[in-house]
């Protein structure tokens, strides 16, 4: 018979061997919060800095395990989690070389935010929050609503705007953290974030980072935020929802930027804040971004807009057509909106969105004068959004 699983990772393990350098087995592993304990009458502080390998790092005995009277199964770690980190797996490896469309990429893209909304959902903090929100305490039920909860943010991340920046170039790489799906917003500052409350992905400032890889990493973007940079980042994104049917053309994916070293200490610093109490790393400096970093101003920390995608290479869309055989048409504006919505196609959003996004072009290229850009799949249009934003800057 099969021996029942009670350790579960919470980060896979496959995914955390993505943060090791090559003939490197364990991790420098760091407590943000390390208990306190009793030995001999005297009371002490655990080692924060720990030398562990994937198998004893972020996990924790019985997470996902399902308590049937005397007996117990590991039905979510093995089957549910199991079934999404196959698919999962092989998409994480596929973003994280990214170097345009190639075959597979389509199956790919459809298990990549499935897999992130499940990473999102199966940390502790994760589960906390779902028990916070939904007023759980029965830890089977707690279990069968992140089941039925599961994809909730796959809508809007397809509808952002993405870009795989990598780390090849820098010393320092990407932290593998407990929460490796991580929300940035200049205006949710961590310290006011009561645990586990988080920021919404609804607000349109709200960016995801999530590494792929020590030297890749993938930030979302909602396309409202690209169109105005100056918007209010707390404000709901327009037509914010879930579980909704959407499409996304793959060309317009972002890569190949590669980050100075100060970006890849800010996103680390980003991460850490947001982690919940581990953070790991293969190199010990890694893990102490905010003394190295240029800023640790939570508000300033994207002030000269890295965090953005390449603004002339998003299209200014505003309508997505498909026609079938049967002469049937299914079409939605740029945020969802379908035929029947009275804000469909929005005339006077997308007039003034297309003269916000005019300046934010320009002054997206005056801030990221010299720096690295990103490519898309679009080689024969690739240089003369280039050329363009040169000429922006000339004038």
């Known amino acids: 018979m099969r021996t029942e699983a009670h350790v579960h990772h919470y980060v896979p393990q496959w995914y955390q061997r993505r943060f090791l350098s090559p003939g490197q087995f364990q991790f420098h592993y760091l407590d943000l919060h390390p208990e306190s304990a009793v030995s001999g009458g005297v009371r002490y502080q655990r080692r924060d800095l720990l030398r562990w390998g994937p198998a004893r790092c972020f996990c924790k005995h ?23 980190d196959t698919r999962g797996r092989q998409a994480v490896e596929m973003f994280g070389r990214y170097d345009g469309i190639c075959e597979g990429i389509h199956e790919a893209f459809q298990a990549l935010p499935e897999y992130m909304d499940a990473q999102r959902f199966r940390t502790p903090r994760g589960l906390d929050f779902l028990k916070a929100s939904v007023n759980v305490t029965d830890s089977n039920l707690l279990l069968a609503t992140m089941q039925r909860l599961y994809r909730f943010h796959t809508t809007m991340w397809m ?21 490796p799906v991580s929300f940035f917003n200049k205006r949710g500052f961590p310290s006011e974030l009561e645990y586990p409350m988080d920021i919404g992905l609804e607000q349109v400032g709200t960016r995801t980072l999530f590494p792929l890889a020590m030297d890749s990493c993938l930030i979302i973007t909602h396309l409202q935020l690209v169109r105005n940079p100056w918007c209010n980042p707390t404000i709901s994104r327009v037509n914010a929802r879930a579980y909704q049917t959407t499409l996304k053309n793959l060309m317009d994916t972002q890569f190949g930027r590669e980050l100075e070293e100060d970006e890849v200490l800010r996103i680390n610093y980003i991460l850490k804040r947001r982690a919940t ?52 048409v299914w079409a939605m504006d740029e945020y969802g909106r379908h035929p029947g919505n009275p804000m469909y196609k929005d005339k006077r959003l997308h007039e003034q969105e297309w003269t916000t996004c005019q300046r934010a072009k320009r002054e997206w290229a005056r801030k990221r004068a010299g720096k690295e850009v990103a490519h898309v799949d679009r080689f024969e249009h690739d240089g003369v959004y280039d050329k363009l934003m040169l000429k922006h800057m000339s004038e």
Not at 62 to 84: C, H, N, Q
Not at 162 to 172: G, M, P, Q
């Open 277 to 328: 109490r581990y953070i790991a790393a293969s190199e010990k400096e890694w893990l102490f971004p905010e003394r190295r970093a240029s800023t640790t101003n939570w508000s300033k920390l994207d002030d000269d807009w890295f965090l953005l995608p390449h603004l002339y290479k998003v299209p200014f869309s505003s309508e997505v057509l498909v026609g079938y055989k049967d002469g049937s």
């Open 62 to 84: 019985d997470l996902y395990t399902l308590k049937l009277g005397r007996s117990t199964a590991d039905y979510v770690e093995t089957r549910f989690f199991g079934e999404i």
């Open 159 to 179: 509808e952002g705007v993405w870009e795989i920046v990598r780390a090849r170039r820098s010393s320092t790489k990407f932290l593998l953290t407990d929460e």
